[in-house]
């Protein structure tokens, strides 16, 4: 066991353009000697949806080695975790980008991390694990029918689309129809619970100069009935406008409203490129700065 | 705003990740309340202090205790861990001795306990415990959750301090370790009785602590509470009142929270009913700064 005391910390606010707006994370930045357990039990303490510790890379091409634990489990990527590690390896001086770039070594390999803008300004995005679409069977769709019955339904069929978790992506009929939903959230328990998805996000098309999308993600089966601002969801749902090729009118790069209903007010910046790669970025708020003891 | 000293504290711990986590902001006058319940909903912890210059003479300090959802008058782990927070910070200079806390609940003193075999250990004086009511056979739910349950020696009861708790002894350390609570049950008891939840202890033989206790209060949305400062100050008063401390002593220590992947260690000092104090170690684990900018 080490006796290291004075590991840097930081907890900041991913998707946010001001503290408490988006999604807190906590970063330590000086983990080696820290075990598996050991990780685990701060991430269980910390209680913000995930925790991350940053380790020397085992490879030349990687800027930085990152482990992401949520309370209760590690996973191998999750967006949020990615940009906001950057975000506080940047703003520590421990790493510098190269050309607007920097590579992410994570438990699910190598993931480049682009880096736009300086200052309160700066967005740091990464690609998203490319999604697809994912069949369902006829009883699955009577679950979802009973989900959707009190929903305003858009354009795009509902579909459940995979890109390393699963979620539900559900287009509504608009933004107030999103913003005012009622979710069933006892049935989508069932639905997320016999598709295996973690969730289920519903989305609209908006007219408004700061955003072209409003989301609201809900994963009510992992005790989270509805999450601040979603990294994986607003990948899968502009995976599933490309594909369907609806993104014409908000066009391949857009800003995503999430959190408004659960107090919070994030925003996402989210990029298909030309390869059809889905990213996914924001603005990171630095909230807590300090030294962590743990042994 | 500028940024303020910001700590995340470990109470009722003697290692980091043992006890009850608070998050501490310092230097809070310039916060208002709507910022403050944000942060606490931010931090996510089960609650959140921050301190502000006091207004009455006697006392060291005042603080503001919010928990994610609302802010409470007074809460025992964030009192101590205010407390630790000001004296690792040195806005408190004192060794042994009192310290008053101005809060929602009034003026609490705090004690310091500073010895060659111990860490700093801080106590709060609980509030007195107003009644002890005995379990009687009308109390339907009450009776449905005991009747399952392998008792011990005293007989349940509604124990009223700052708040009411059902309390009760199980037959052995390894029976209550255990258990499996019936939530369902525990929640009707509770509503029933308009109290928090259930308190259950046992006597502990050849352990450096000489009571196990795990509270559970599932009707406030709390299956089991790793570490109870007001709640052990309750079944104190419960010992005290049955002559059950003659054999287990007026200061003892208990155990609490492994069931549930904590490890706290609680130190009560009970000699009579008015003057109950619990308390403990605190850990810092987190030491820093908070820039919050809205």
Redesign the interface.
Known sequence: MTTTNNRRFLQCDVFADVAGAGNGLAVVLESENLSTEQMQAFAKFTNMSETTFVLPTTTLEASYRVRIFTPISELPFAGHPSVGTAHALLESGLIKAQDGKLVQECAAGLLPISVKGDGNNRCISVRAPRAKVIPHAANIQALLNTVMGNMSLGGLSPTLMSNGPLWWCIELASEAAVRQLKPLLSDIVVLTQASDAVGLAVFARCNTSEYQLVVRAFCPADSIPEDPVTGSANAAIAALMHEKQSLADIGNTYTASQGREVGRNGFVQVQVDDEGEVWIGGKTQTVIEGCLSWN | MP?RP?L?V?VFSK???CGN?LAVVLDAEDLTSEQMQ??A?????VETTFVLPPTQTTADYRVRIFTPQREIPFAGHPSLGTAHALLVSKQINKKNGEIIQECGAGLIPIRIETSKKFRRRLFFRAPSVKSITLLTADATEANSVFSQLELGELSPSLVEGGRKWWIAEMFDENALRNLKPDYVAISAMSKASDSMGLCMFSRCNGQDYQLAVRAFAPAFGIKEDPASGAANATIAAYLLDSGALKSIGNNYRVSQGREI?HDATIDLRASQQDDIWVGGEC????????????
């Open positions: 940024p910001y995340q470990d290692r980091p990740g986590p944000t942060i909903a931010w931090t996510n912890l992947g850990q810092t684990v987190i030491n820093g700064n908070m820039n919050w900018i809205d």
